[in-house]
């Protein structure tokens, strides 16, 4: 089998070409990652990524940021599993090749999966527990400490401040194929204004997130509904209690797959919200503030609203953030991102219910 990586590469971190085979490994949007396997001991692999700078700029950044989640962790649970990275020969953290790309190495979890869809209440129940567990942990991390690895992720006025920007700047045949997209945007301006009252709210602290809280960033162990681990801390930065679950509920409750989403495919699953919001209760609510329990119920519509402004503003852009496979591959997510965000909107009284009933 042809190497797939540079060899270069993989001697940075004291693998020979000849002995190992790589593969593509993953459906990640943002980073490529290879599987790495030793031809010889078949038990032994690595999991190696090459880091997309567009997107992570500052990859040292995310380091720190992983190394200081980890020192943190330690002090609270010895036991607790937390994913870190192998070094180079030379002691870095990454492999800077003859091109500047950034590499990485770490330690591939045997005996686990990841999934793209949650099937059960069960396996979102887990999930919800994993991050909930994480949330907990780094509840008195010194979150100053952590450094932004993408600036204004998950912060709904500036997404809203961009999808304005790329609208004045978009093309003619683009403008025209999203116009009913942006429009329903704007009906729901609401979500950002609530927004705002949030993150201003005294009673709502900043906090150290995992800021990407999808099923597929949970290992479960093979053939069970257990979550055995988190992985993908590259958005490891400091932010508020909506994130988590705000994901979380955007790609576990909706019961269509966020890359097949399409208009009116968008059911809202109650035992599936239930299951998260029973889970993140048990883990992390003591450490949550009366206030971050009364804005899990809105965490969902925030982080759907976020998720459609953002793939509405790169398809006006010219596709030049996510991968696309289709002229309109971005307007396709942004429609079922808008047809997820209008049938969790009709929930909001459901959601605020057992948010305040799970909780007490």
């Not at 990275?85 to 090749?97: A, I, K, V, W």
């Not at 994480?134 to 912060?155: M, Q, R, W």
């Not at 045949?173 to 927004?195: T, V």
């Not at 949030?198 to 099923?215: G, S």
Request: net charge negative; proline share 3%.
């Amino acid at each position: 089998m042809e190497l797939i990586v540079p060899s270069g590469v993989l001697d940075a971190f004291g693998l020979a070409a000849a002995d190992v085979e790589a593969i593509r490994h993953g459906h990640g949007l943002i980073n490529s990652s290879y599987k790495i396997t030793h031809r010889e001991s078949k038990g032994t692999a690595w999991l190696l990524q090459k880091i997309n700078i567009h997107v992570f700029p500052q990859p040292e950044a995310i380091a720190h940021n992983w190394k200081l989640a980890a020192e943190t962790i330690k002090l609270r649970d010895t036991d607790y599993f937390f994913i870190e990275f192998l070094p180079t020969l030379s002691g870095g953290d990454f492999h800077r090749d003859t091109e500047g790309a950034y590499w990485r190495l770490l330690p591939f979890v045997q005996g686990t999966s990841a999934y793209e869809r949650v099937v059960e209440p069960q396996q979102a129940w887990s999930a919800a527990r994993a991050f909930g567990t994480f949330c907990n942990l780094l509840s008195d991390a010194p979150v100053h400490e952590f450094y932004e690895t993408i600036k204004g992720f998950h912060d709904l006025d500036l997404r809203v401040r961009q999808l304005k920007a790329s609208v004045t700047t978009a093309s003619a045949n683009r403008l025209k194929s999203a116009a009913d997209c942006i429009s329903d945007i704007e009906q729901f301006n609401w979500i950002r204004d609530y927004y705002i009252s949030l993150v201003n709210h005294p009673a709502i602290p900043l906090r150290v997130m995992h800021m990407d809280a999808k099923l597929n960033n949970v290992l479960f162990r093979c053939n069970s509904n257990h979550a055995f681990c988190l992985v993908d801390f590259d958005t490891l930065m400091p932010g508020y209690i909506i994130s988590d679950m705000g994901d979380m509920v955007r790609t576990m409750v909706c019961g269509t797959n966020e890359e097949e989403l399409v208009s009116g495919d968008a059911a809202f699953r109650p035992e599936y919200f239930e299951a998260l919001i029973q889970a993140y209760s048990e883990t992390a609510g003591e450490s949550l503030t009366a206030a971050e329990r009364d804005a899990l119920a809105y965490s969902g519509l925030i982080l759907v609203y976020i998720q459609a402004i953002r793939f509405l503003t790169d398809y006006l852009s010219g596709d030049i953030y996510y991968s696309v496979t289709h002229d309109c591959h971005n307007l396709a997510r942004t429609k079922g991102q808008l047809s997820w965000l209008k049938s969790l909107a009709a929930q909001t009284d459901y959601m605020k219910q057992t948010v305040k009933r799970v909780f007490g």
